[in-house]
């Protein structure tokens, strides 16, 4: 009774709001404020991700075209470059552009004055000299010992690289090129030999990762493996093929017949397209990894028959040292007659081995490949990285190694021998 004795007195605003019933809006409110709150602390009290020393820190200024060699092309946007030391001694390099916000990373590899000798210059390997029993003499006298015995240093290498806005492209250094550097090495008793040779080269890696870890798994460590500019993890993979025995070469997509509708992706070099823009891309694409010992065609039909497109593309390639390699994909290619004329080293695909995609018709043009090099002493086939392929082109080998007819080399052999 007391208590109803006595006088009213008004509730403050923080009790009358406690004692209602919030509705889904406040409550809403309230939970997205706690979650914003909540973030702004985590991103103050959680330390930075790369603990590793930061040694330099620069603006890159446009590159003087009287030292690369490279014509004109638009500036993509302000670079800075960021060099760290991680905690194995590994220095990496790290290119951000600020145009569009985009950046590679890459590991620099020190120089090795003994990486990438000439192959002329081989003695005979020691599994040549100390093979035991008839099968072990043939699969050394055949150029390579299988199931990684040769396995080839990470790339790229301090000595080959430039620094530029489109990321780390390779460079001639004091007349070393990087084709010669990053190639395979190959006996000389191999190179000399009058026996036929075949150089197989398995494209379109880097985009399907089960595909592109059981080519580098399977394939003789002889076959060069081509990477699709396009992959996202392209470094690490070109990588990983040489450590496993392999030289790489970079796919870069050329405007086919029927384009747009017939599209080979982004960054496509096109015959309409200006000098600098042609360059640009080309150096984009070029510049997202480095040990690759040129660049081979992805589809193209049209950019290769015009000779005012590719003019460009194949002078570029030459200042940097690397070679061309045309698919064949069309007989109006001007690849070969124009990279002549430059002093361009150029080689065109003589056989598709997988335009049937059945393991007996695979096989099939093996054998075809393998008459067409012992009527001309050389040829080059060329595929993609199908299931059937790597299991016919596995096989395949084998019965060469125990012929011991044909020899299956790395396809820098060929320009080698070219040069000579």
Request: hydrophobic share 40%; net charge positive.
């Amino acid at each position: 009774m007391d208590e109803l004795r006595k006088p009213l007195k008004p509730q403050g605003r923080l009790k009358r709001w406690l004692s209602k019933r919030p509705t889904p809006a406040q409550a809403a409110w309230v939970a997205a404020v706690g979650l914003v709150c909540g973030f702004v602390a985590w991103g103050w009290l959680m330390p930075p991700a790369d603990e590793s020393l930061t040694l330099a820190r620069a603006k890159v200024e446009r590159v003087d075209p009287l030292q690369t060699g490279s014509t004109d092309q638009a500036d993509p946007g302000a670079v800075t470059t960021r060099t760290r030391v991680r905690k194995d001694g590994a220095r990496i390099i790290t290119i951000e552009r600020s145009g569009n916000g985009s950046g590679s990373e890459f590991e620099l590899v020190p120089d090795d004055p003994g990486v990438g000798i000439d192959a002329e210059s081989l003695p005979s390997r020691p599994d040549e000299r100390a093979a035991g029993g008839e099968g072990r003499r043939k699969v050394a006298a055949l150029g390579g010992v299988r199931h990684g015995r040769v396995s080839l240093p990470p790339a790229p290498q301090r000595e080959l690289i430039e620094r530029t806005a489109f990321g780390l492209l390779p460079r001639i250094h004091k007349g070393r090129k990087p084709w010669r550097a990053y190639a395979r090495p190959v006996p000389a008793s191999v190179l000399h030999s009058k026996k036929p040779k075949i150089a197989l080269v398995i494209g379109g890696l880097g985009l399907n990762p089960k595909r592109t870890d059981e080519a580098i798994r399977v394939l003789p460590e002889e076959v060069t493996l081509a990477f699709a500019s396009l992959a996202s993890a392209l470094q690490r993979d070109i990588n990983r093929a040489r450590r496993a025995g392999h030289e790489v070469m970079l796919q870069v997509p050329m405007e086919p017949w029927g384009y747009p509708a017939v599209n080979p992706g982004p960054q496509t070099l096109l015959v309409s397209a200006s000098v600098a823009d042609t360059l640009g891309k080309l150096k984009r694409l070029m510049g997202k990894a480095g040990g690759y010992i040129g660049v081979v065609n992805y589809t193209g039909q049209k950019f290769l028959a015009s000779e005012s497109a590719l003019q460009p593309v194949l002078r570029e390639l030459k200042r940097r040292g690397l070679v061309f390699l045309d698919d064949g994909i069309t007989e109006r290619s001007k690849s070969l007659d124009l990279a002549r004329r430059l002093g361009v080293p150029a080689l065109r695909a003589d056989l598709r081995i997988d335009m049937e995609r059945s393991e007996g018709a695979i096989r099939a043009a093996l054998a075809q490949l393998e008459a067409l090099a012992q009527m001309r002493g050389h040829a080059i086939g060329i595929g993609s990285a199908f299931k059937e392929t790597l299991e016919a082109v596995d096989i395949w080998n084998d019965q060469r190694i125990a012929k011991g007819e044909i020899l299956l080399v790395p396809l820098s052999a060929l320009y080698r021998l070219k040069g000579r």
